[in-house]
């Protein structure tokens, strides 16, 4: 069975910090790796999607990578602010399955 | 461009009424995604159509659950006889076959299903 290990599940820091959300998956045979925000009572956004040939994408203030061979992925927030609060949800498909696997996410807080 | 859409936003129900609720994926997305996240729960995959294909349905949780997409593109999840278990939030996503972003996922704002 799949799984994905969200770490940590809650964090609470000053704004202005950099931080580092962690997921881990079970199976090398990834095909693609997708990282979301939540924010509560809504849908997903799309963040990051890394195929399992990259090792690395960004956008703006995030940089996601993927370590295939240790079956971990990292969410990078440079600089965060008030407005990064959310929870962030890491989803992994492996090859041949269309069926995602997700994680139980990261409650993210940052305070003014 | 529009994202996913789904219908209603909210939804209030007696238990054993019959529901549907309503996905309009992205245009042009030929996989289409039904998730439930109940309250403070992850994300459950329900049901997964590709094109024409067969469904791929093995996470409907009973046979009161069914969904059909008419046309490769709107869907439709229904709940027959409602439970109070089947209060959740049901998600939609949308997802290209080719391109950049193939397989990338896009989620609607989701239904709030409420059973009395």
């Known amino acids: 069975k799949q799984e994905v290990t969200q770490i940590p599940a809650a964090l609470s820091v000053p704004e202005g910090e950099n931080l580092v959300l962690n997921c881990s998956f079970t199976d090398s045979a990834i095909y693609n790796l997708q990282w979301f925000r939540q924010d509560p009572g809504k849908g997903l956004t799309s963040l990051l999607l890394i195929q399992s040939s990259q090792r690395e994408q960004t956008s703006g203030r995030l940089n996601a990578s993927l370590d295939k061979s240790s079956g971990r992925s990292t969410l990078y927030i440079a600089a965060s602010q008030p407005g990064d609060s959310a929870t962030y949800l890491c989803?992994?498909?492996?090859?041949?399955?269309?069926?995602?696997?997700f994680g139980r996410g990261t409650s993210l807080i940052v305070h003014p | 461009g529009a994202g996913v859409s789904q219908s209603p936003s909210n939804k209030v129900t007696e238990k054993g009424k019959d529901v549907e609720l309503r996905c309009d994926p992205i245009?042009?997305?030929?996989?289409l995604y039904w998730y439930r996240q109940s309250l403070g729960q992850g994300l459950e995959f329900l049901i997964y159509?590709?094109?024409?294909?067969?469904?791929?349905k093995s996470g409907l949780p009973s046979d009161r659950f069914s969904a059909e997409r008419t046309g490769g593109s709107v869907s439709t999840l229904t709940i027959q006889r409602t439970q109070q278990e089947d209060s959740a939030v049901y998600l939609c996503?949308?997802?290209?076959?080719?391109?950049?972003?193939?397989?990338?996922?896009?989620f609607g704002p989701g239904t709030r299903l409420t059973v009395l």
């Open positions: 159509f590709q094109g024409n294909s067969a469904p791929d």
């Open positions: 996503a949308s997802s290209p076959f080719s391109g950049a972003r193939a397989n990338e996922q896009f």
């Open positions: 989803v992994w498909r492996i090859e041949g399955s269309y069926i995602p696997t």
């Open positions: 245009s042009g997305h030929t996989a």
